[in-house]
């Protein structure tokens, strides 16, 4: 009975599982906008290793983050029990992260943090958790100390010196050194074992020369630790003489026993090794012996895994990276030497970690959707699961009616919101474990569409053609496209619709133009998006440039005739062998050929012809061949070149049919170029006589064709043959042909109807090319009637090309069809089209405008809409009107352009992004609806203000040298600041090649526009990054580079002496070919050329371009004298002489230093005083205008009148040899810029107000000096009295100044031959009446106030200050 029931409840899970549907997966795109809104449980994104070994002397990092919205909080459990961090002062949790810093700065041990650790992570929705994290602090414990006695071993025999280092977290690494430094030379016969032992095979007396010691060097903490060197003494038979030793004979003469091998490591017959999956094994045999034995590797019963196995020391080690099951076995090493072998077996057994197999992932489901979670693993031995749901077992967790647990799958089913959890899958075994998280999210979301809106793609006719609608919402929306809001959706036919939202149309033509709308819809909403498709015609060279072989000094014409959409703006250039053309004198382009005059050698290769646009190109090439002179001898034929055919002779025709001929030719001579192709043209006298169009082509070996042909045509026909070289002429034209008469069967194209009023309808089409009558009287048959209607279709006949239906209603749909018709019949009818009526005004304004989510740039405009009936048309859009009324910005000039932008959208609330707004200006706004031909009235009107944004870039920035230690910087305001400027911020760097150095940065105020930067090395080029600062940030940088110094580019040394290499002369120049003229001799002895290091100034040149469309110039040279630089020699060094080669003429390095309306133009180059005629070519970007410059004087030039804030292309070649030319340079005027004049930056201003603070430091200094010796000037009673070292106080209480200090005399002053100073050298009042008074070498006063004479005594010190002029000045004080 109970194995009845077994069977049964196996029986119903069977049929659960069968009948189960498990819905698609959610995919949630990586859009922000879908992120923010989206709630998720969180998911572990970073975490610490499992074993985690740290570095005692640093802080301790365990790592853990994790993502979830809302953002997830983090908790820690340490060896199993939770971890409260708040209680541990040395523990901090980083900000909106788990990561934990444990730092010792204020004391403790690191080995009291070691455990396990474990970071959970949690939100609303669930909580997820890392691996346990094994934290333990690296370990280097000292070598325990010991007395090692010397070792003693007879020669011959083995010996093995142990290490045994110290147990080190991790384990240290060891090697062995003599105790001075010097590694021990390991071979077949010494190694070190995998435990660190050095093993002797056999022991040879000249060992004992080292001491050896142990090494281990500890990775976490850098350090080494040597244990005490062991001494060897080796044993010998006879004495040891260093001398008789060599390889071949080793033991000097000595005879010493030989030995069977046997085994230092392993020891015995076998041994066993366990080792994990996707580890290296590591086997090891080393083996005793004298000589010493080989060792040999195999395998038991099958190959080494050859791809995987790598022998090491000397083949004593064998290893197998990535191990797997089918490593197991037993692996056997043989050690042999002539006197015998030994064998020892290894038995390996292959154990695994758990590893995944199926691996749990996210799980994403709306409301009442099924999924499941499956979680599988191997191992060996087989892992145990375990499933846990946010941490907690999931047999101790809540129950869901939603979940069953079926083994290894958890299986959902009709999941509801609030379901949403984290899932734990834990697979073990006694080697290991894997832990996964995995979350089961609920959610519900209206359709969103992700995409552009309103985005217009335009594609090629006939291509495959793709319309991308990304999309999301929960449950998965259905998508469904539309073209023109009309019609059902979208599927079928030439349309594909992906899962994914694409639409594909599998060739576009032009009636596929128009707006195609996709809709994703579900049971909480929908959402839609409009893509515009235009389809453009293919950019094609209809006639393409031909092979030619030409003259040298002739003209050579390439043809390259293009078609192409008018709405699209084409580009057409010319390239030579993939490098682009320079055109001048010789090289020509205009819109349909490219034209070579005065052929040489160089113009030689392949031209292409490439028409390109925006969405496509083409293009065809030709080869150019040139030829030396013709031979004057006829009968020399080899010497003549490949021409164009003659044309073909005596054309037939025969086998006439109702639209068919046969013609036939007789081929005309080839001229040594095989006829590739005919070309059969026609000419008919009924439309267009005397016009011959191509009518076929034909493979080049057929002289005989069937022409196609149309009724009702006077044929007469005419053949071209083709070769290699180009065209034949035409031949003499064939007999007239006539085709007899038809009924059309052609449908007329472009048939549509429309409304030119608003009450009746145009019917208009295609009239039949003249080749489509097929016969006399061609009329069109025109039908039209109400759409939806069952009524009679009214009908017109007419031979014109349109048809207007009268007194119709407003915007009303009809059906429309057309038949051709001739004397002989009709045509076929057309499908049905249909058109409308005229439109009207529409009577309904879009209400309730208003923008919310204003930013500098951009903002959301919302609006409710009108009735549909009420646009009284086809809907077009709703068109806003917007413009910018102000700029908070004081005194900002800018322009009030009223700018408007259309929006589709049918839905009822309908809502759009306004963007390319200037940031901190004043907007105002309405809206109107529209058809085809009418806008109705407006909406409400709407004011709004854009935040403040970054600002532009300065209007210029220019760098300039002041000297060789400065460089100048001078900058304009930004034309838009879109804020309050707040300053600039200059970064510069210095550059060397690719290299950067650290960078500087400075910043100014807002009225600083310029700074001088002092250089360290005038050598040194900076690179300058300049941006200007509003309170949101810095704006858009603009870069210059440091200019050149004169003499930078001066490419001599020291002694100015020019020697190339073989490998820069080959990066310098190229191979010469024939000169195009003749050049002077070189004949000189292999020595080097030095050049003289003195330069002269080159000449300045002032070219003033004018500004009409003539090339008209106006030179003004000032020439100075200029010795002519001698010709340069290069030597070219070969291995076995010294060849001589005149260098290529070349123009290199033109520079450009422009401003608003000139530019400084200089360029370098080899050619000599005789050729240095050369041409400036500029090319105004704007309107393609060419201005050549004809410059007979040395650069630098300077050109005038250019166009201030415009673009030029210049480039600069020889006037004799005009192939000869520098590479074109761009460059861009400064814009002619005119600012509010700051008066604290003008310099007139900075002058005075500095003089002004002179003069108040002036007279802050007199009233200083004033005051602390002017408030009394005492005069002593008695003038013989001695002078004294200390200073007496007058009967009134004022001191006398009169010290010691006062009467020394000033450095350079006079002095008495007693060393002391005259009275009179310090009166004031001689100097007033002219007496002797003596003045210090700087010619200021010596002792002043001080002892006065009796004039000053009786006139007291008015009189005094008056006559002195220091008192002079004091009084001005």
């Known amino acids: 009975m109970l194995r009845q029931g077994g069977h049964l409840a196996l029986a119903l899970m069977s049929l659960q599982l069968l009948l189960w549907h498990e819905s698609v997966t959610i995919e949630v795109p990586q859009d922000p906008k879908i992120l923010a809104d989206l709630r998720q449980p969180p998911t572990i994104t970073k975490q610490s290793v499992k074993d985690y070994i740290v570095d005692p002397r640093d802080n301790i990092i365990i790592e853990c983050e994790a993502k979830g919205n809302p953002v997830p909080t983090f908790s820690w459990r340490r060896n199993g029990k939770f971890f409260n961090i708040g209680k541990d002062l040395r523990v901090t949790m980083q900000k909106r ?10 004391g403790g041990r690191p080995e009291d943090y070691e455990g396990e650790y474990q970071c959970f992570a949690g939100n609303d929705h669930g909580m997820a958790m890392s691996n346990k994290i094994l934290l333990r602090v690296s370990k280097a414990p000292l070598w325990p100390k010991e007395v090692l006695e010397p070792v003693v071993v007879t020669e011959g025999s083995s010996l093995v010196l142990p290490c045994n280092p110290p147990p080190g977290l991790p384990p240290p690494f060891t090697f062995w050194m003599s105790s001075l430094m010097i590694p021990i030379r390991q071979d077949k016969r010494v190694s070190m074992g995998l435990n660190g032992d050095l093993y002797f095979s056999n022991v040879m007396a000249q060992d004992a020369q080292n001491d050896y010691s142990c090494n281990a060097r500890f990775l976490f903490t850098h350090t080494i630790q040597q244990k005490n060197p062991f001494t060897l003494k080796v044993l010998t038979n006879d004495p040891y003489n260093d001398t008789s030793y060599n390889d071949s004979d080793p033991y000097g003469g000595r005879k010493v026993a030989e030995s069977t091998p046997t085994f230092l490591s392993p020891l015995g017959s076998e041994s066993s090794k366990m080792v994990l999956r996707d580890e290296q094994l590591l086997l090891e045999c080393i083996a005793a012996g004298l000589p010493t034995p080989a060792i040999k590797w195999f395998k038991k019963g099958g190959d080494l895994p050859g791809h995987k196995v790598k022998f090491e020391n000397y083949n004593k080690t064998m290893k197998i990276i990535n191990v797997s099951e089918e ?15 030994i064998r020892h077996s290894i038995f390996v057994q292959v154990r695994a970690a758990p590893y995944w197999l199926d691996k749990p992932t996210n799980l994403v489901l709306a409301p009442e959707e099924n999924g499941r979670l499956v979680c599988r693993a191997n191992g060996n031995p087989k892992p145990t699961i375990q499933w846990l749901v946010n941490s907690i077992p999931i047999d101790s967790s809540l129950p869901d009616p939603s979940r069953q647990l079926m083994g290894d799958t958890i299986i959902f089913r009709s999941v509801q919101m609030g379901s949403s959890a984290v899932y734990q899958c834990n697979a073990s075994n006694q080697h290991g474990y894997l832990l996964a998280n995995a979350f089961v999210s ?20 006939n291509n495959r053609t793709f319309l991308d609608c990304p999309f999301f919402g929960s449950p998965i929306p259905e998508l469904r496209w539309f073209k023109n809001g009309q019609g059902s959706g979208l599927d079928g036919g030439q349309y594909r619709v992906y899962v994914n939202g694409t639409l594909e149309i599998k060739r576009a033509k032009a009636v596929d133009e128009g707006t195609y709308t996709c809709v994703a819809s579900s049971i909480l909403g929908m959402a839609e998006n409009q893509v515009r498709l235009e389809v453009k015609e293919p950019s094609r060279i209809v006639f393409a440039p031909e092979h030619q072989s030409a003259v040298r000094g002739s003209t050579a014409r390439f043809n390259c005739k293009v078609k192409f959409d008018p709405s699209l703006p084409v580009t057409v250039t010319w390239i030579k062998d993939d490098k682009p053309i320079y055109l001048g004198r010789r090289l020509r382009k205009d ?5 070579i005059t005065n052929i040489n050698e160089a113009d030689e290769g392949t031209y292409t012809c490439t028409v390109k646009t925006e969405i496509d190109q083409d293009s065809a090439s030709a080869r150019l061949t040139v030829l030396e002179e013709a031979s004057l001898n006829p009968s020399v034929s080899s010497a003549l070149p490949p021409d164009r055919p003659d044309p073909p002779m005596d054309l037939e025709l025969s086998d006439p049919a109702a639209r068919s001929v046969r013609l036939t030719w007789i081929p005309g001579n080839d001229h040594r170029s095989p006829v590739t192709e005919f070309l059969v043209q026609f000419e008919e006298d009924r439309w267009e006589p005397g016009r011959w169009q191509d009518l076929a082509t034909y493979p080049g070996d057929l002289n005989s064709v069937i022409l196609q042909l149309a009724p009702f045509v006077n044929y007469q026909f005419r053949v071209i043959a083709i070769n290699a070289v180009g065209q034949s002429a035409a031949s003499v034209p064939s007999p007239k042909y006539q085709t007899s008469s038809a009924a059309p069967d052609v449908i007329p194209r472009g048939l549509r109807g429309w409304g030119s009023e608003k009450d009746n309808m145009e019917i208009t089409w295609e009239p039949l090319l003249d080749l489509e009558k097929n016969g006399p009287n061609l009329h069109y048959s025109v039908w039209w009637r109400r759409k939806d209607s069952d009524g009679e279709w009214n009908n017109v006949t007419t031979t014109g090309t349109k048809h207007v239906v009268h007194n ?68 077009k859009e709703y068109r806003l009107y917007y413009w910018r009324k102000a700029s908070h910005v004081p005194g900002l000039v800018f322009s009030k352009e009223n700018k408007t932008k259309g929006f589709y959208t049918t839905m009822a609330q309908p809502s759009a992004i306004l963007s390319d707004l200037v940031p901190f200006s004043r907007y105002k706004m309405y809206m109107v609806v529209a058809n085809n031909h009418y806008e109705g009235p407006p909406s409400n009107s709407v004011e709004f203000s854009t935040k403040e944004g970054v600002p532009d870039a300065p209007s210029f920035f220019r760098i300039k040298r002041r000297g060789f230690d400065s460089i100048h910087l001078e900058w304009g305001k930004p034309l838009e600041p879109n804020g309050l400027l707040i300053g600039y911020q200059l970064k510069y760097q210095a550059a060397n090649g690719s290299r950067e150095g650290r960078p500087h940065l400075e910043t100014f105020l807002p009225n600083v526009t310029e700074f001088t930067l002092r250089l360290p090395d005038r050598s040194t080029r900076y690179n300058f990054y300049l941006s200007a600062l509003t309170a949101v940030g810095a704006g858009e940088v603009i870069l210059e580079e440091s200019p050149f110094f004169a003499n930078e580019e001066n490419f001599t040394d020291a002694t100015g002496l020019v020697e190339l290499t073989d490998a820069s002369l080959a990066s310098a120049f190229t191979v010469t070919p024939p000169p195009l003229a003749p050049l002077p001799s070189t004949t000189a002895a292999p020595t080097t050329i030095s050049t003289s290091s003195s330069t002269t100034p080159p000449p300045t040149t002032t070219v003033t371009m004018s500004t009409t469309a003539e090339t008209t110039t106006a030179i003004d040279t000032t020439e100075a004298a200029t010795p002519t630089p001698p010709s340069v020699l290069v030597i070219n060094k070969n291995i076995d002489e010294d060849v001589f080669v005149v260098a290529e003429r070349e123009i290199w390095n033109l520079t450009v230093d422009h401003n608003s309306n000139y530019a400084n133009i200089s360029w370098r180059h080899n050619f000599p005083p005789s050729s240095s005629d050369f041409v400036l070519e500029l090319t105004l970007d704007s309107n393609k205008t060419m201005k050549t410059v004809p410059v007979t004087h040395q650069p630098p030039i300077t050109v ?14 020889s006037h004799e040899l005009s192939s000869i030319t520098s590479k074109s340079v761009t460059f861009e005027t400064k814009a002619a810029y005119i600012d509010q004049v700051d008066i604290a930056t003008q310099g007139w201003f900075i002058g005075l107000m500095c003089a002004i603070a002179l003069i108040i430091l002036i007279l802050l200094i007199v009233c200083f000096i004033k005051r602390s010796r002017g408030g009394k000037y005492p005069v002593r009673d008695k003038k013989d009295l001695p002078l004294d070292s200390v200073d007496h106080k007058d009967p009134d209480g004022s001191f006398d100044y009169h010290s010691d200090e006062d009467n020394k005399p000033l450095q350079g002053s006079q002095t008495s031959l007693e060393g002391n100073v005259k009275e009179s050298d310090d009166s004031l009042v001689d100097y007033g009446e002219g007496g002797d008074g003596q003045f210090n070498e700087d010619g200021s006063f010596i002792g002043q106030y001080t002892v006065k004479k009796d004039k000053d005594e009786t006139e007291g010190n008015e009189s005094s200050e008056a006559t002195s002029p220091v008192n002079a000045i004091y009084s001005l004080a």
């Not at 019949?825 to 208003?850: C, F, M, Q, R």
């Not at 409710?864 to 009420?870: E, G, L, W």
């Open 97 to 106: 992260s788990g990561t934990l810093e444990i730092g010792f700065r204020n």
């Open 327 to 341: 490593d197991a076995g037993e692996y056997v090493c043989m050690a042999n030497n002539h006197l015998g072998s």
């Open 442 to 461: 609920v959610i519900d979301m209206r359709p969103r569409m992700l995409g552009p809106k309103n985005q217009l793609i335009k594609v090629i006719e």
């Open 591 to 595: 819109d349909e050929s490219l034209t």
């Open 808 to 875: 119709t209603e407003t915007y009303v749909p009809y059906e429309i069809k057309i038949q051709a018709r001739n004397e002989l019949g009709a045509g076929p009818e057309s499908n049905l089209v249909i058109g409308y009526s005229g439109e009207d005004k529409p009577t309904s304004a879009p209400t309730d405008l208003h923008i919310l989510k204003v930013d500098s740039t951009k903002g959301n405009i919302h609006w409710k809409p009108v009735n549909q009936d009420s646009v009284r048309g086809e809907f």
């Open 1200 to 1213: 005038k009148d250019l166009i201030a804030g415009a673009k030029y292309h210049l480039r600069v070649y």
